[in-house]
């Protein structure tokens, strides 16, 4: 059988393949009395939709409201999505330029396929999500990955996109709060950008999944407070806990609404109804508290673990301002182990202290195999208990 040269270029989700060793390794350890597997590689939230969210399913089935719906998504779920912008971040976002989709994931994907053409190179930082550039690689384009560093908060500049960009340059791709450093950029920094941009005649897409879950005032701004051109792309699976749902809205200029619809038409018909139906209760103000008392459950184990870290022996070189995740500079202590680089420290570290890690190998080259993303997703027991863990393998 011959496959596609697009699906050969597509490299594994090593996050997943990771995930995959440490579930064997568990399954082969359970019935020898080890430790159990603490999972702090997979960026999912460990609380489930609340209360009101799974009724609202639960009544849909019931009433038998899972049905195809229409391609932009429901009307009353743009509405809510719009009101959430103007409630939360102080921007006036029309329902008209909301699109539902299957998951942020299908967002990128419909943003891409809309926008660039074989050959288009698109700019990102080094190091960012995987499935992003591959979102490009899967519409013929190419993502082009920039270094950045710590001193600039592993965000791209400006300057950085200036100097740049080419002929064959589409736009920018960026995250903002970032997996997998949980840094968010500034907006004047993003403004900045968005000027080189426009003056190239390009598009600037921002990741804003991990939005909701900011924890400075700085960075709590939505990229389309900047610019209505910017497209944004968001989740209901991260502030909102509704991973498996798979759904997930972008926000486009009005003259790229009609664009996208036929793609989604063709591609995905719609979103599905019933997680739609559901999410309609996550605006309501009793969800909307509870969300934001899990945020500050995020933002102290981020304040405990960062600490941890730091007193075993890890370098954390930016403190994440938002989503669930710490980048920790790994060298130091994997010298100890006799190990050397993220991807053999990380399979010591399951191996020997059952505590599941993602090394830098997924998200670019630049010295992402010195790093390891942390994900303090997971509750403060289950940290705890890895922290100990590593600290006595470590000491």
């Known amino acids: 059988m011959k496959f596609s040269k697009r699906a050969e270029r597509i490299e594994p989700f090593y996050v997943l393949e990771m995930a995959k060793a440490a579930q064997a390794l568990a399954r082969e350890t359970a019935g020898q009395g080890g430790a159990p597997m603490i999972f702090l590689n997979i960026g999912e939230p460990d609380f489930s939709a609340p209360p ?25 779920l743009r509405e809510r999505i719009s009101g959430w912008y103007q409630s939360r971040f102080g921007v006036r976002v029309p329902a008209s330029r909301i699109v539902v989709t299957a998951g942020a994931s ?22 960012s999500y995987p499935c992003n550039r591959h979102f490009v690689g ?5 993502a082009v990955l920039l270094p950045t560093t710590a001193a600039q908060r592993y965000q791209l500049s400006a300057d950085t996109v200036r100097a740049a960009w080419t002929e064959k340059t589409r736009g920018v791709l960026l995250a903002s709060p970032s997996n997998p450093t949980g840094s968010s950029i500034a907006p004047d ?3 900045c950008i968005q000027d080189v941009v426009r003056a190239h005649a390009g598009t600037t897409l921002v990741d804003e999944i991990y939005l909701g879950l900011s ?17 944004s792309i968001n989740s209901f699976s991260k502030y909102f806990g509704m991973t498996g749902w798979r759904l997930g809205w972008m926000v486009l200029p009005e003259a790229l609404v009609p664009v996208v619809e036929r793609l989604v038409q063709n591609l995905f018909i719609c979103a599905s109804s019933l997680s739609q139906h559901a999410a309609l209760a996550c605006f309501e103000p009793e969800s909307i508290a509870e969300y934001e008392r899990r945020r500050a459950q995020f933002k102290a184990r981020r304040d405990y673990f960062i600490a941890a870290l730091q007193s075993i022996g890890f370098e954390v070189p930016v403190i994440p301002d938002g989503a669930f995740y710490v980048w920790a500079d790994c060298r130091h202590v994997a010298h100890r182990l006799g190990v050397t680089g993220s991807w053999d420290f990380a ?10 890690v993602t ?7 630049a010295q992402t195999q010195h790093f390891i993303r942390f994900s303090t997703a997971q509750s403060m027991a289950q940290l705890e208990e890895a922290a100990a863990r590593m600290r006595a393998l470590l000491a």
């Open 138 to 142: 899967a519409a013929e384009g190419r």
């Open 359 to 365: 090394p830098g190998r997924d998200f670019g080259t």
């Open 347 to 356: 399979f010591e570290l399951m191996r020997r202290a059952h505590v599941a």
């Open 106 to 127: 299908a967002a990128l994907q419909l943003a891409c396929l809309a926008l660039i053409d074989p050959g288009d190179e698109i700019l990102m930082p080094d190091p």
């Open 52 to 76: 009101l969210v799974q009724e609202a399913a639960v009544r849909a089935v019931r009433d038998g409201a899972t049905r195809y719906g229409d391609a932009l998504g429901q009307e009353a």
């Open 215 to 231: 924890y400075e005032e700085a960075f709590s701004r939505s990229a389309l407070s900047v610019d209505d051109d910017i497209i």
């Open 189 to 191: 920094a993003l403004r």
